[in-house]
């Protein structure tokens, strides 16, 4: 149909990159319609992605981890930190609250690992998330729907640039853990 569409106008369809009969404008609408899905008012929901072990916080609280009397933390005399348990400090994650839009229904999966079974989820947003996905332990993804609250995700492999003319955007396949 589309071939005939393009005979008739005189173009030879066999000769033809389909992009080629698309405008510039064409692709800036394409563009802006996506922008507006994703968008913090449109399709997308709060996602917390959790980076671990990315800072090392050393404990003030305690004298050499063991109270000592007269020492800053009030635990029970010989009796390790409750705070560090001796280790001098402590391991602390840091999280990351931000909006993509997310696809649990696999028949709405377009990754190149949709097919894989461990995918659960999949998530669309813009590029600049690349490395922040890549970086993330886990996420716990669509914070707003009580059915899925706390769950968390990791990803599946690299995060796919995706678009029309232009890789703007990206697909994320998750994994339950």
Not at 70 to 98: I, K, Y
Not at 138 to 148: G, S
């Amino acid at each position: 149909m589309f071939n005939d569409a393009l005979s008739a106008s005189g173009i030879n369809p066999a000769n033809t990159n389909l992009f080629s009969v698309f405008t510039d404008d064409f692709f800036a609408q394409h563009e802006k319609a996506i922008n507006t899905l994703i968008a913090d008012t449109g399709c997308s929901v709060p996602c917390t992605l959790v980076f671990g072990n990315c800072r090392f916080l050393n404990c003030d609280n305690c004298s050499n981890s063991i109270y000592t009397p007269g020492g800053p933390a009030p635990f029970a005399n010989g009796q390790l930190c409750p705070l560090c348990l001796g280790g001098r400090g402590q391991s602390v994650t840091e999280e990351e609250c931000w909006n993509f839009v997310v696809e649990f229904n696999s028949k709405g999966f377009r990754s190149s690992k949709a097919r894989d079974p461990k995918v659960e989820a999949e998530t669309f947003c813009r590029t600049e998330f690349y490395e922040r996905i890549r970086a993330c332990e886990y996420a716990i993804l669509d914070n707003c729907n009580e059915c899925r609250w706390g769950e968390r995700y990791k990803p599946i492999g690299l995060p796919e640039p995706c678009g029309l003319k232009f890789k703007n955007f990206i697909l994320t396949a998750w994994e339950k853990i």
